[in-house]
């Protein structure tokens, strides 16, 4: 299981601190940028995305929550995230966009909200190297794992086929429900207030643990 804590649910203000912690532990940290448009949270842009590349050595994993993506994906192809992630409802020019993003040497993701149907991007997965299932309604923080979620997961492990095509997973997940994420198909998980909840390095690295013993 590849683990990419979200930063949203982190002490922004001691960030640098947090991130050296979770450096050794976790394959990625994600970051979500949200435009106060595409969902009605404001959170952090380009300039903020650049300072946590600068101030860690974990591959980012940016997952654009916005209104018109063309715009906008552009402004994070010099900050060379590892896996920059679009919204399949934001855009009519997916395959194009997914196909700019990996002409910079960046893998190509698409997410879905939680009501969006797989078809959707049956004609892009040949262009794209991640999905990303929504199991909690964006930009809302702090909700409850919708287990609708599973089917949706199962139902693209198939769609995928022999493709290399990363799974991932983001929204309520935690303990009680990794394992049923995990065994639906997902390669890829997640996971804020699960890894940032207690906020001390040793709190830290215990719900870390935690995650890894059933994933």
């Known amino acids: 299981m590849l683990l990419s804590p979200s930063i949203l649910a982190a002490d922004l203000i001691d960030l640098k601190s947090?991130?050296?912690?979770?450096?050794?532990?976790v394959e990625f940290v994600h970051i979500d940028v949200m435009d106060g448009h595409f969902v009605p949270t404001l959170s952090f842009g380009e300039i903020?995305?650049?300072?946590?590349?600068?101030?860690?050595?974990?591959?980012?994993?940016?997952?654009?929550?916005?209104?018109?993506?063309?715009?906008?994906?552009?402004?994070?192809?010099?900050?060379?995230?590892?896996?920059?992630?679009?919204?399949?409802?934001?855009?009519?020019?997916?395959?194009?966009?997914?196909?700019?993003?990996r002409e910079q040497g960046i893998k190509a993701g698409v997410s879905l909200n939680?009501?969006?149907?797989?078809?959707?991007?049956?004609?892009?997965?040949?262009?794209?190297?991640?999905?990303?299932?929504m199991s909690v309604e964006p930009g809302f923080y702090g909700q409850s794992f919708l287990p609708l979620a599973l089917d949706k997961i199962s139902s693209l492990k198939k769609m995928?086929?022999?493709?290399?095509?990363?799974?991932?997973?983001?929204?309520?997940?935690?303990?009680?429900?990794?394992?049923?994420?995990?065994?639906a198909g997902a390669d890829?998980?997640?996971?804020?207030?699960a890894v940032f909840r207690g906020g001390t390095a040793e709190q830290i690295k215990k719900n870390i643990a935690a995650l890894r013993e059933i994933g």
């Open 188 to 193: 890829m998980i997640v996971a804020g207030s």
């Open 48 to 101: 903020y995305t650049r300072s946590v590349a600068q101030s860690t050595s974990l591959p980012l994993d940016v997952h654009l929550m916005v209104s018109r993506p063309e715009i906008e994906v552009p402004k994070y192809f010099d900050i060379k995230p590892a896996n920059l992630t679009f919204h399949v409802e934001a855009t009519n020019f997916g395959v194009r966009l997914a196909n700019q993003i």
């Open 160 to 183: 995928i086929g022999k493709r290399q095509i990363t799974i991932e997973v983001d929204g309520g997940i935690n303990t009680s429900n990794l394992s049923q994420v995990t065994s």
């Open 114 to 133: 939680p009501q969006t149907p797989l078809a959707t991007i049956e004609h892009m997965l040949d262009h794209i190297d991640l999905v990303l299932i």
């Open 18 to 25: 947090t991130l050296k912690v979770i450096e050794p532990l």
